[in-house]
């Protein structure tokens, strides 16, 4: 059986999040949050990157898909708007999401600090 050599994550993957416009990546990430949070010492979707890895999948998905997901994620920043006069989550202000350290902190998009 072959065996293929490990690489450090940065050098195999970029995980800044390209897709949604930042409201709609900052309110799939707060979303994300609240549906699969950590509990009892398990990690959560956020410690995963989830919201990072889905970014990436809908861009790569059909047109149809992707137009669903920023419909939803728009509609859930309407739909609180209007029943609780204020959005669901707005994004982070600062340099931009794309900028890992601004976004998720000194550690970067998927490392944590010891």
């Given amino acids: 059986m072959p065996r293929v050599p490990l690489v450090e994550v940065d050098e195999a993957a970029d995980t800044v999040a390209?897709?949604?416009?930042?409201?709609q990546?900052?309110?799939?990430?707060?979303?994300?949050g609240i549906l699969v949070p950590p509990i009892k010492g398990n990690i959560g979707a956020?410690?995963?990157?989830?919201v990072e890895f889905l970014d990436f999948l809908i861009s790569s998905s059909p047109a149809d898909q992707q137009q669903l997901y920023k419909n939803g994620l728009d509609a859930l920043n309407t739909a609180a708007r209007?029943?609780?006069?204020?959005i669901f989550c707005r994004p982070r202000t600062g340099p931009g999401r794309h900028n890992p350290e601004a976004a998720f902190g000194a550690g970067g998009v998927g490392l944590r600090p010891a």
């Avoid at 390209?18 to 409201?23: G, I, L, N, Q, V």
């Avoid at 990546?25 to 994300?32: E, G």
């Avoid at 209007?82 to 204020?86: D, V």
């Fill in 18 to 23: 390209r897709y949604f416009s930042p409201a």
């Fill in 82 to 86: 209007k029943q609780f006069n204020k």
């Fill in 46 to 50: 956020l410690d995963t990157d989830a």
């Fill in 25 to 32: 990546f900052a309110t799939l990430r707060k979303l994300a």
